[in-house]
């Protein structure tokens, strides 16, 4: 994950915080496999991280990111109820695990009104990096199922960047393969949490 950033944003932890800027690549799973989901790698093809979708046996709306030795990092719910069935936007919140096992809410955001829509998505954290006077940390940028879409803080510095190279595109003609490239100090356990909600909401790999 490479050396400790110095002006680390941590929001699930430090240590998913590099102090160089990392391209790590994605490439999802057939559903059979630990319900569909993507698996996440370094230049070297080592596993960074995993992210299990509902599959047929799992949950609806709950996504887990797991770290490469398959320890959970991040429980994803899509929040239910009566109060947000009237809701226009479906919320998601994203928890993570303390040492004891306990969740803690560490980001939440609303999906978009239609997966058609190309509107920016914002997402606010528990940690609340300097967003001076907006009301949210994040914001995604672009449109996901298009591979072209960026994660910008609040200043509108680009965090991390969706893409797809071209001769991948051209070989494979699928999204199947893509690439995340990440700025230094950014917490890549949340970078792929967000993606994780992404492939959901855009019914991808994740979905039930």
Request: charged share 25%.
């Amino acid at each position: 994950m490479g050396g400790k950033a110095t002006n680390a944003m941590p929001i699930i932890s430090k240590i998913f915080c590099s102090s160089s800027q990392v391209v790590l690549v994605v490439r999802r799973r057939p559903r059979v496999i630990n319900g569909g989901g993507f698996v996440v790698t370094d230049c070297s093809q080592t596993v960074v991280f995993k992210v299990d979708g509902c599959g047929v046996l799992g949950t609806k709306g709950e996504l887990i990111v797991r770290d490469g030795d398959g320890g959970a990092l991040l429980l994803i719910r899509r929040k239910g109820g009566v109060v947000q069935a009237l809701s226009i936007h479906r919320q998601w919140k994203g928890y993570s695990f303390d040492y004891e096992g306990l969740q803690k809410l560490v980001f939440s955001f609303k999906e978009p009104k239609s997966c058609l829509a190309r509107n920016n998505i914002t997402i606010r954290t528990s940690t609340e990096h300097n967003r001076g006077n907006k009301n949210w940390d994040f914001e995604i940028n672009g449109y996901f199922p298009d591979r072209d879409c960026s994660i910008v803080d609040s200043k509108g510095n680009i965090v991390a960047q969706v893409g797809v190279k071209k001769e991948v595109n051209e070989l494979m003609g699928s999204k199947d393969l893509y690439h995340v490239v990440i700025k230094p100090g950014i917490d890549q356990a949340f970078v792929f949490g967000v993606i994780a909600v992404l492939d959901y909401i855009y019914e991808e790999s994740t979905r039930c």
